[in-house]
């Protein structure tokens, strides 16, 4: 069974950049037709995807967040990594990384988080 | 982008009663390509349904998905003490993923 790690630091200083690695394993991140996504929670909030990548592909990003945020994956390392450039407060959440796979239903394919990290808390302050 | 609103925000119910959570898109969902999500306090979202009907592995058959076009329903048809929590529907489109502000179904 696979399993996500977050990590990285727990606090990061405005304007700064906020970087944050999973680490995979139980599975080799290039093995099957996997997603490695981001995605956070401002506290006492909903969820906010922010982006994956795959291998060989390029990666997606949340329309709301593509300037400022960039994705990358080592699959020496089995790890995908996250930065987000020029924080502020407001970047202020819980981190998961979490793993999309997807299944053939009704004639299509349907997507969904199937696997989740237990989360990173990043606070942004000075 | 499509964008979801879940209502009710809050729901009050007692154990052994039925629970029905309601999803919005803002556009029609593609191939109905609708999940929903439990998620407790200090734990990561736990997948319960996806293509709008289809139940995940382990999930309890209390647990319902139905909809179709732009609304979409997940019902419990009887709470148990283990169902009280955060629920979160999440589409996927156009390469992008999107959640839902979320259902608390908490103890009356």
């Known amino acids: 069974q696979v399993h996500l790690q977050e990590s990285g630091p727990g606090l990061v200083r405005p304007s700064q950049t906020l970087s944050l690695t999973c680490t995979v394993s139980?599975?080799?991140?290039?093995?099957?037709?996997?997603?490695w996504n981001w995605v956070r929670q401002h506290p006492g909030k909903g969820l906010e995807w922010i982006g994956y990548?795959?291998?060989?592909?390029?990666?997606y990003y949340s329309p709301a967040l593509q300037n400022r945020v960039s994705l990358s994956l080592d699959s020496y390392k089995n790890q995908f990594s996250l930065n987000v450039t020029s924080v502020t407060a407001a970047d202020t959440a819980l981190y998961f990384c979490?793993?999309?796979?997807?299944?053939?239903?009704?004639?299509?394919?349907?997507?969904?988080?199937?696997?989740w990290g237990q989360g990173i808390l990043v606070i942004v302050s000075s | 982008e499509v964008v979801l609103t879940q209502t009710p925000g809050t729901l009050s119910l007692s154990p052994g009663e039925r629970a029905t959570l309601s999803c919005r898109a803002s556009?029609?969902?593609?191939?109905?390509?609708l999940a929903w999500y439990q998620q407790k306090p200090g734990q990561s979202p736990r997948l319960l349904i996806y293509?709008?009907?289809t139940r995940a592995s382990g999930v309890p058959d209390r647990f319902t998905g139905s909809g179709s076009g732009t609304d979409y329903t997940l019902t419990v048809s009887r709470l148990q003490p283990e169902d009280f929590a955060f629920y979160f529907c999440?589409?996927?489109?156009?390469?992008?993923?999107?959640f839902g502000p979320g259902t608390k179904v908490d103890v009356k």
């Open positions: 979490a793993r999309v796979d997807y299944a053939l239903s009704a004639g299509h394919y349907q997507y969904y988080f199937d696997s």
């Open positions: 139980g599975g080799s991140i290039t093995s099957g037709h996997y997603y």
């Open positions: 990548i795959y291998p060989g592909g390029r990666p």
């Open positions: 556009r029609r969902v593609s191939f109905n390509s």
């Open positions: 293509g709008a009907s």
């Open positions: 999440q589409y996927y489109g156009d390469s992008i993923f999107s």
